[in-house]
C-alpha cells in the first residue's frame, strides 16, 4: 500500500530542512564565497557611514568652537531697537505686565540673534575656504 497522504509530503519537507540546515543541497544555499563578498559589502558599508558620521560630528564639533570662543561681538552687527519693538508689540498686553519675564526674553532673543548671526558669519566664511581650495 503506497502511503501518499499529508504525511508524505511532511516528511519531504522535514527532508528539505534537515539538508539545508546541513548544508547539503546548493539549491537551498548561496556558495560561501557569495556570502562571504555580501558580508564584506556591508561591512565596507558600515564603515564608511561610521566614518561619515564621525567626520559630521568633528564638523560640528569645529563650528560650535568657531561659534563659541572663535568670533568676537564687535565683528557682528547689533539687534536693532526697532525689531525688539516690534517683537514686543506681537506679545499681548496682559502678558507684558511680567517685567522679569519680559526681560528675559529680551535677553534670549539677543542670545539667539547673536548665536544665529555668528553661525551664518562662521558657515559662509568656512564654504568659502572649502569652495576655494577646490
Not at 9 to 16: H, L, T, V, Y
Given at each position: 500500500m503506497e502511503d501518499s497522504g499529508?504525511?508524505?509530503?511532511?516528511?519531504?519537507?522535514?527532508?528539505?530542512?534537515?539538508?539545508?540546515?546541513?548544508?547539503?543541497?546548493s539549491m537551498y544555499r548561496k556558495p560561501q564565497a557569495q556570502l562571504h563578498k555580501r558580508h564584506m559589502d556591508i561591512q565596507e558599508q558600515l564603515r564608511t557611514i561610521r566614518q561619515q558620521k564621525e567626520e559630521d560630528d568633528t564638523d560640528n564639533m569645529r563650528l560650535n568652537f568657531y561659534i563659541q570662543r572663535g568670533m568676537d561681538l564687535v565683528n557682528v552687527a547689533p539687534l536693532q531697537d526697532t525689531w525688539l519693538e516690534t517683537i514686543r508689540g506681537r506679545i499681548p498686553c496682559h502678558l507684558q505686565s511680567f517685567r522679569t519675564t519680559m526681560e528675559l526674553l529680551v535677553d534670549e532673543i539677543k542670545d539667539d540673534y547673536l548665536t544665529s548671526i555668528k553661525t551664518i558669519i562662521c558657515i559662509y566664511s568656512l564654504t568659502l575656504k572649502s569652495t576655494s581650495l577646490k
Open positions: 499529508p504525511s508524505r509530503s511532511f516528511e519531504k519537507a522535514q527532508r528539505r530542512r534537515a539538508a539545508w540546515i546541513r548544508g547539503g543541497s
